[in-house]
């Protein structure tokens, strides 16, 4: 069974930099051809997709995210991670890790439960 765990603070300040990281058992994210994803949700709002880590450890974004996001991974605790820079209250959602697999044509199989992160002074 294949689990994910997102995990970080759910207050930063403005101009902060957001870390999320997302805990994945029950599947190796180096695995072809797997990607893994974090996707948002603001409050009232659909999702909205921030950016993939290819099994490869090619990195993709949202462009509407101006440069500001950076995904990594610690493929020794099977874990990856997202950071946002310069954060603002617009960046006030509940945050998502899943997995996916575009070359498979086949989407977002699972997801984690999601964490909710405020953007506040």
């Known amino acids: 069974q294949v689990q994910l765990q997102e995990s970080g603070p759910g207050l930063v300040k403005p101009s902060q930099t957001l870390s999320l990281t997302c805990t994945v058992s029950?599947?190796?994210?180096?695995?072809?051809?797997?990607?893994w994803s974090w996707i948002r949700q603001p409050p009232g709002k659909g999702l909205e997709w921030l950016g993939d880590?290819?099994?490869?450890?090619?990195?993709y974004y949202s462009p509407s995210l101006k440069s500001r996001a950076s995904i990594s991974w610690d493929t020794s605790k099977n874990q990856f991670t997202l950071q946002l820079r310069s954060v603002t209250p617009e960046d006030t959602a509940v945050y998502y890790c899943a997995r996916n697999q575009p070359l498979a044509g086949l989407g977002y199989d699972y997801w984690g439960q999601g964490t909710q992160v405020t953007v506040s002074s």
């Open positions: 880590i290819a099994y490869s450890g090619s990195t």
């Open positions: 029950g599947a190796d994210i180096t695995t072809d051809y797997y990607y």
